[in-house]
């Protein structure tokens, strides 16, 4: 068994020096905090869950290049983004959902507003809105207003200015207040 | 919005990210524009409401197996990469394992039975055995099951020919005969050959596991035939035989 309160730094020295077992306190830690990035960016639990496993399995296999003066879950989260940016892109069909679509899966039998109080439609609705947003809009509106980073620390974590950080932050919004409006979301 | 502040410069200032120059313009600018701040709250509401969004917890399944479904993954990494070369070994694996087949069928391996799972060998054209299968030949489309007494048994047939008739006998107790439709067989002999090409076993029958006939090998039985070559060596193999009657 593991020392729970081995720091990170213990932890991923021991795995660089063959110690895959040290690896295991670190999922422990820190799948939950992942899997809320991931959810908040994809939407969906299952793909949130398997995004939380690849982004684990791919940081353990480039451990050996990871700097351990630095924080690890921001390596980890990095590694976790940049992931469910490429998923986000290869499952584009979800960003363009007709709206027909989504006020058709609003309406069905799952997601009767009759059944549900009338907040839970609302934040129905909200997520089908963010899922209308482009990847590369919705991924910095989630690090900003979910994780609360930085210009700079998502301007580092997605590898893009700091200028467009800001630009896109901006669009988002204009976007998603137009998708609000489309749909009623007030 | 109605103005020419950028969007980009209210939106970072509701981040708190712009500089000090930036942050008092759009300050004085909110003062005297209705319509920005209006904007302002608008995207405030934005952020209030994609926080509010739906949440869901992640499964019972997540929380208790992820753990050792990773590690699982981790710990057999070497393996895993050892597989993904499984393309290019099995071709080779599969080369390697009938070359140890063919080696071992040893020249010393003599004592072959019948039914041995040995190479089986068709050579062409038919060896032609220097005895005869007994007569008589038939060449009819029905059998004929003939219930009769005990000791009228016969069987014929009718090697290399198309049709088969047997007359086979059966319970004494119901001499009621019975015809049926027979299957159009071919009948073959096979034998086994040392490496001296001796015969040492003989078969009969229609199928590739034809039955041990222990009549005609003992007929034949030490006959010699040509022994086939395989890879070059000789080897004890089945070889489908014709018999004199035969045609090719």
Redesign the interface.
Known sequence: MYNKVESDEALIIAVKNGD??S??PL??RY??PL??VM??MV?N?DD??DL??EA??KA??SIKRFDTSRPFYTWLRRIAVNNAINFLKKERRNLTEPLEFVEKSLSNGRNDPIAMTKQ?V???R??QA?KRLPEEFRSV??L???EDL??DEISKLLKIPKGTV??R???A??R??QI?DEME?H | MKCDLPIELLSGYLDGELDEQQKTRVEAHLKTCPACQEELEALKLIDQRVRDRVFEEPSREFEFTLNRRIMDKIRGAPRRSLFRLTPIFAPVAAGLLILVILINISPSKKNAGINDRVIYQELKPYQVLPVSIPEPRVTQVTARMKRAAPDDKEKTLATGAKRIRITEAAEARDKDEIETVAQIREQVVRAIIDTNGTIIKVATGNTLIPEKDTMLENQLSGQQLAPPMIAGRKKQVYVEVATEGKEE
């Open positions: 895959c077992e690896f295991n999922i422990e799948k939950l899997y809320k959810y908040r939407l639990r949130a869950e939380v496993e684990f399995i353990y296999r839970k609302l934040k129905e909200i997520n963010m509106l989630s900003k207003i979910d930085s210009y800001m630009s932050l901006a669009r919004r204009q998603l207040r609000f979301v």
